[in-house]
């Protein structure tokens, strides 16, 4: 059973930085697409990064380009999501979401939304 729960979230002043993590069990990260959406109040779903467990293959958002970057530790079936230069607009419900791998289709270019299985989210907050 895929299972994937977040941690690492919290309150931060503008500026700042924090990593998320999402520990995945039951798959190998190999296996599969490993992204972060986010939810913003009142607003819709988006998806900020990805990484492609077999070559490693990122995606960004062009909001967070330059700013996060995701990674992943095979050993510890984990992937982090390195934020720096956070700001309020950041602020948000961030969800770790995976999908397993399908040949020849580039899944963290497609709606993050779509995949199937979802942790349970922790909240960012960008304050000062």
């Known amino acids: 059973q895929v299972r994937l729960v977040e941690s690492g979230g919290g309150l931060v002043q503008p500026g700042g930085s924090l990593r998320l993590s999402c520990a995945a069990s039951?798959?190998?990260?190999?296996?599969?697409?490993i992204g972060w959406l986010r939810q913003a109040p009142g607003k819709k779903r988006d998806g900020v990064s990805c990484?492609?467990?077999?070559?490693?293959?990122?995606y960004y958002a062009d909001s967070v380009k330059g700013r996060f970057t995701i990674s992943r530790d095979n050993a510890k079936n984990t992937v982090y999501l390195q934020m720096n230069g956070l700001k309020p607009d950041d602020t948000g419900v961030y969800y770790c979401?995976?999908?397993?791998?399908?040949?020849?289709?580039?899944?963290?270019?497609?709606?993050?939304?779509?995949?199937?299985?979802w942790g349970q989210g922790t909240q960012v907050t960008v304050s000062s």
């Open positions: 990484i492609t467990g077999s070559d490693g293959g990122t």
């Open positions: 039951g798959f190998t990260l190999n296996d599969y697409a």
């Open positions: 979401v995976a999908e397993r791998l399908t040949y020849g289709v580039p899944l963290c270019f497609t709606p993050l939304t779509n995949f199937r299985s």
